[in-house]
């Protein structure tokens, strides 16, 4: 009979976060046993718990997921535990959503909500047995029905616990810097890992480019929530460091690899986009194409979301991108807090002009996220204008996205803020309503579809 079995409900959406966790396990010193089963459905978490408990003192399922799959995936947890709920089985919820609503997810049928970094809480969890007493980073009910804190989950430097897991062989894109200093006000990335960047060293992320080649990759892809601030503690550009990380990625990957920055699963600020960057990405990256994150065409509404850069910047990127010979997504958000028809006819106005310049633009509409500044603010829409005009340029190939589901999901986030109308309170208002749809984390770019 082994201490624990771990069974990671493994869906696509939210590998990295899993992988990551898997990774941190590698390097588990406690004397525990354990064993790791994936699950990739509902019926498969079932099935391996059936499995896992004759073997197991504890079962702990393993979830994680962002704000908009939260209903989603609570109607699946309930599916889950009317075939089977045995008190030896503890469902985990980590991720943005259970830090930035740990309450809605104990509420919503999780025993356990992990807030914030997951690595150091995972290790600690694990060695304990699955016990949480005293392990900073959780929130759970005692026996009594009262909510249980343990305090602030660690944050440790990146190079602390590996990018992805060797061991599961579960690889993905290296996250290079985490935290945000920009703390845009729709976005919850720096919410969830602070306001500062912390990155990965070149010499680690070296060693991970060798592992991946070692077992047959050749694609090298990063996380950051802003590409071109690797190396950078401010708001400043740091081309010594970028260069130093491309140099060393393209070293070990050689002829044959291909290493990708500035594009998916991350992007660049418009204002750090010049010449001299974009030059150096051509030099050691495969990319054809970048992804800008712009937001709005509005002045007014760049300022009130705290972005950080003007319209004039982003045109600027535009420009040189497509002249440096790149294909340009441009990542703009409609229906944001407060945007008047003016700020929408000047959203519109630069989508317009960036496609008549050549890039394509990837639509959000504005959902109110947990854990954001704009948690409680009015849900986007899309009026009927900027919808004919979506509708002009996707017949063009110069729009895509998942504006409209967005804009379904955005409403069901509103309902939730109000029902919670404190972030990690008891509910007051209304039910949670049970419409699933996946989505997004947030609108923009950064760490949202990696954890
Ligand atoms: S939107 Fe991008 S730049 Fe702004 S806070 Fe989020 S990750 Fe940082």
New binding site residues.
């Given amino acids: 009979m082994r201490d624990i079995s771990i069974i990671i409900r493994y869906r696509k959406a939210v590998s990295y976060g899993h992988h990551v966790l898997l990774g941190a396990l590698e390097t588990l010193s406690a004397d525990v046993s354990y064993e790791v089963r994936f699950a990739t459905s509902a019926a498969a978490v079932v099935e391996e718990i059936k499995k896992a408990l004759p073997t197991a003192h504890r079962v702990l399922v393993l979830w994680s997921f962002y704000s908009p799959d939260a209903l989603e995936m609570a109607a699946e947890l309930q599916r889950i535990r009317a075939e089977i709920d045995d008190p030896a089985v503890t469902h985990i919820a980590g991720g943005v959503h259970a830090t930035a609503e740990p309450v809605q997810v104990l509420d919503a049928g999780w025993d356990i909500a992990a807030v914030g970094e997951g690595e150091t809480t995972f290790l600690r969890l694990v060695a304990a047995g699955g016990e949480p007493a005293g392990i900073p980073g959780l929130v759970y009910r005692d026996e009594a029905g009262g909510l249980v804190r343990t305090g602030r989950a660690e944050r440790r430097e990146l190079d602390a616990y590996p990018a992805f897991s060797v061991r599961w062989r579960r690889f993905n894109p290296i996250e290079i810097t985490r935290g945000?200093v920009?703390?845009?006000r729709f976005?919850q990335?720096?919410f969830m890992f602070s306001a500062k960047f912390r990155h990965r060293s070149v010499e680690n992320v070296k060693r991970h480019v060798e592992q991946m080649v070692a077992h047959g990759r050749r694609d090298v892809r990063f996380i950051t929530?802003?590409s071109l601030s690797y190396g950078s503690g401010d708001e400043n550009v740091n081309l010594e460091a970028v260069e130093e990380l491309l140099a060393a990625c393209k070293s070990v990957v050689g002829k044959q690899g291909r290493v990708f920055f500035g594009s998916f699963p991350s992007e660049v600020?418009p204002e750090h986009v010049s010449v001299r960057a974009l030059r150096l990405i051509k030099r050691y990256c495969a990319n054809d194409n970048l992804i800008i994150?712009a937001q709005s065409g509005s002045a007014r509404v760049l300022e009130a979301a705290k972005?950080g850069h003007g319209v004039q910047e982003v045109r600027d990127a535009v420009r040189i991108g497509v002249q440096e010979g790149f294909r340009i997504n441009v990542d703009m958000i409609f229906g944001m807090p407060g945007e008047t028809p003016a700020d929408a006819a000047a959203s519109l106005a630069l989508a317009r002009e960036l496609a008549d310049l050549g890039a394509r633009i990837h639509a959000h509409t504005f959902m109110p996220l947990p854990g954001t500044p704009w948690r409680e603010a009015t849900p986007g829409r899309v009026d009927p204008e900027t919808l004919r005009a979506i509708g002009e340029l996707t017949g063009r190939g110069a729009l895509y996205g998942h504006w409209e589901r967005q804009q379904r999901l955005a409403g069901q986030l509103a309902d939730a803020a109000r029902a919670y109308p404190r972030p990690g309170k008891s509910r007051t208002l209304l039910p949670l309503a049970s419409d699933p749809e996946p989505g997004p984390s947030?609108g923009?770019?950064?760490?949202a579809p990696k954890r």
């Avoid at 923009?444 to 760490?447: C, E, K, L, R, V």
């Fill in positions: 945000c920009y703390a845009c976005c990335t720096p929530p802003t600020r994150g972005r947030h923009s770019g950064g760490t």
